[in-house]
T-cell receptor
C-alpha cells in the first residue's frame, strides 16, 4: 500500500481482556517497528522485526505483550490481561532497510483500557 | 542508556516569528539525529535528519545542525506559519545499541502559531 496502515484506529477494552493490534507495512519493507506513546510523552520502542523474526524485543514491558510477523509482512501486537496502564497510542513503522533514516510511521491505534 | 532531552512546551508564537526548540542528547555510540513532527490528527513524519557531526539537516524551512561538542541538535525556523502548529519530537538512533536502529525520542514540544 501507499503507507503504513494500522487497525483499528481506536480500541476500547475492559481491564483483563485480550487485544490484538494490526500493522500493515509498506509493501517490500523488511524492517518493522512497534512503539508505544503515552499521553504527553514521546514514543517508546517496543519491538523490531527484520523479516519474520523479532530481532530486538528489549522494549516489551512484560510477558503480557507479544508480537508476531509470520509471513514477513503484516504484524500483530498482542496484549494479554490488559491493564489501565496499557492505555496509549501504539505506533507501527516500517522501512526498506533497518536504518532509521527510512522510517515511515502509521497513524497509530489508540488503546483505552477501562 | 541513551536519552534525549528537549525543551518543555508548550511554545506559542505569532506568525513570522523565529523558532528555536532546544534538543540535547546522551548516547553511548555515535548516533544519528532526527526531528519528527506530528500534525494534529496525523502520524509522525520525519522532518529532517543528520548522521554525522556538523551535518545540517533541513526541510520546509526548518534547520538543525548536529553539534557533537555540545551534544545538541536544536531545531530552528526563521519565520513560522500557522500551518507549522504541531508537536515536534527530537530523536536519536545509536548503532552501538545493536543492529535494530530503534529510535529514542524526547518528550515532544507542542508549538502553536497564532495568526
Amino acid at each position: 500500500g501507499a503507507g503504513v496502515s494500522q487497525t483499528p484506529s481506536n480500541k476500547v477494552t475492559e481491564k483483563g481482556k485480550y487485544v490484538e493490534l494490526r500493522c500493515d507495512p509498506i509493501s517490500g519493507h523488511t524492517a518493522l517497528y512497534w512503539y508505544r506513546q503515552s499521553l504527553g510523552q514521546g514514543p517508546e520502542f517496543l519491538i523490531y522485526f527484520q523479516g519474520t523474526g523479532a530481532a530486538d524485543d528489549s522494549g516489551l514491558p512484560n510477558d503480557r505483550f507479544f508480537a508476531v510477523r509470520p509471513e514477513g509482512s503484516v504484524s500483530t501486537l498482542k496484549i494479554q490481561r490488559t491493564e489501565r496502564g496499557d492505555s496509549a497510542v501504539y505506533l507501527c513503522a516500517s522501512s526498506l532497510t533497518p536504518e532509521a533514516r527510512g522510517y515511515t510511521f502509521g497513524s497509530g491505534t489508540r488503546l483505552t483500557v477501562v | 542508556g541513551d536519552s534525549v532531552t528537549q525543551m518543555e512546551g508548550p511554545v506559542t508564537l505569532s506568525e513570522e516569528a523565529f523558532l528555536t526548540i532546544n534538543c540535547t542528547y546522551t548516547a553511548t555510540g555515535y548516533p544519528s539525529l532526527f526531528w519528527y513532527v506530528q500534525y494534529p490528527g496525523e502520524g509522525l513524519q520525519l522532518l529532517l535528519k543528520a548522521t554525522k557531526a556538523d551535518d545540517k539537516g533541513s526541510n520546509k524551512g526548518f534547520e538543525a545542525t548536529y553539534r557533537k561538542e555540545t551534544t545538541s541538535f536544536h531545531l530552528e525556523k526563521g519565520s513560522v506559519q500557522v500551518s507549522d502548529s504541531a508537536v515536534y519530537f527530537c530523536a536519536l538512533s545509536d548503532p552501538s545499541q545493536g543492529g535494530s536502529e530503534k529510535l529514542v525520542f524526547g518528550k515532544g514540544t507542542k508549538l502553536t502559531v497564532n495568526p
